[in-house]
């Protein structure tokens, strides 16, 4: 066999090797163990963009809708809303970081 058909043969398989393995995967149906974690860190963000004076708001609070996710068992789906009011609040921290010397230009 030439070494490019045996290449060909090995990549195919590997492929199909990890197809496999992937399908076989059960779906996360997230855990509370998880979701306690992501809710702590959520607020500890949320408050240190709150102490930065640069909270984001939005129409929608986040911490809460994970909050009632979570007592409607829906842990995954909890987690993923925590995890992204951790971001938000981490990224409104970089942002008053970036920006603490930002201000109105001196008038000319």
């Known amino acids: 066999m030439k070494p490019s058909a045996m290449f060909k043969t090995l990549t195919i398989a590997a492929a199909l090797a990890l197809l496999a393995a992937c399908a076989s995967t059960p779906e996360s149906t997230g855990s509370a163990d998880a979701y306690d974690k992501a809710l702590s860190e959520a607020k500890t963000a949320q408050a240190a963009a709150k102490k930065a004076n640069n909270q984001w ?52």
């Open 57 to 108: 708001f939005y129409k929608e609070d986040l911490v809460k809708q994970a909050e009632t996710a979570a007592a409607a068992g829906d842990y995954a789906k909890a987690t993923k809303l925590a995890e992204k009011a951790k971001f938000q609040g981490d990224m409104a921290v970089k942002q008053a970081a970036e920006q603490k010397n930002a201000g109105p230009y001196p008038a000319r």
